[in-house]
């Protein structure tokens, strides 16, 4: 099984996944799991480009997004990867996010051996024995899994599961009239090309440490998927959370 996390090249997250991810159940003392983080071009003025991203964000904005997106394919962009993390040839903006999510996938997929493979972000924690079994109980010779919202027809983007057959159809279904959408709804709607589906798998919410401090193990432990979005103090807290989590459940 492989992760491919969600980086960014600006912001806080580079450091969340070093104090959350990295050091649970994506640990590299974990032999169940490899991992790649995947990024950007560090742009040349990070406060300006953090504050950009913040006003593109909002789905408000995002039907004006093709006015600062790539459009291009997946196979257009380079990639570069040291010490399993890829920088993609592509600016760090959100109007891009689709395209550099492709563009990750397709490198994992050329350049490693994996039989399912786990998009995620900072916020997901995985019970990897959990999902396995979950995943078990599946049927079908493709895999589309991972929280889904009651009003979506897609996966969430904090944690979507995907196998080799999956990730296949997606590339051949890639198209750049889906980029100004979030990439999420993108794989959705690639995948639906090919009649994939969305298998939706059991998952808990967790946005604060109240929260957190209120479950149990048994509870806790039921669960394959865990987001863990969370702010204390103007400051996400998102691998705090997470590293509670994994000491509870001792995995």
């Known amino acids: 099984m492989r992760a491919l996390l969600l980086d960014n090249s600006t912001g806080p997250w580079h450091e969340?996944?070093?104090?959350?991810?990295?050091?649970t159940w994506c640990n590299p003392s974990n032999h169940g799991i490899n991992t790649n983080l995947y990024l950007g071009k560090m742009p040349k003025n990070k406060a300006l480009n953090a504050g950009f991203n913040k006003i593109l964000v909002s789905r408000y904005v995002q039907k004006y997004w093709r006015f600062f997106q790539i459009k291009a394919r997946s196979t257009q962009i380079s990639c570069t990867e040291i010490d399993s993390i890829i920088e993609l040839d592509i600016p760090e903006t959100w109007p891009n996010i689709t395209l550099k999510t492709l563009t990750a996938i397709r490198y994992v997929h050329q350049h490693h051996a994996y039989d399912l493979l786990i998009r995620a972000n900072?916020?997901?924690?995985?019970?990897?024995?959990?999902?396995?079994?979950?995943?078990?109980?599946l049927h079908g010779q493709y895999v589309y899994a991972g929280p889904k919202a009651i009003n979506k027809d897609f996966i969430s983007g904090w944690g979507i599961v995907l196998n080799h057959k999956t990730v296949e159809a997606l590339l051949h279904n890639e198209a750049t009239k889906f980029l100004e959408l979030f990439d999420d709804e993108a794989i959705g709607r690639m995948l639906k090309v090919s009649g994939i589906e969305p298998m939706p798998i059991p998952y808990l919410e967790i946005s604060s440490l109240e929260e957190m401090n209120a479950k149990?193990?048994?509870?806790?432990?039921?669960?394959p998927f865990i987001r863990v979005k969370a702010s204390e103090n103007g400051m996400r807290i998102d691998d705090v959370l997470m590293c509670k989590i994994h000491e509870i459940l001792g995995v």
């Open 216 to 223: 149990t193990k048994e509870e806790l432990a039921t669960f």
């Open 16 to 23: 969340i996944y070093q104090s959350g991810t990295l050091k």
């Open 122 to 137: 900072a916020s997901c924690y995985v019970n990897l024995d959990v999902l396995k079994k979950h995943l078990e109980s």
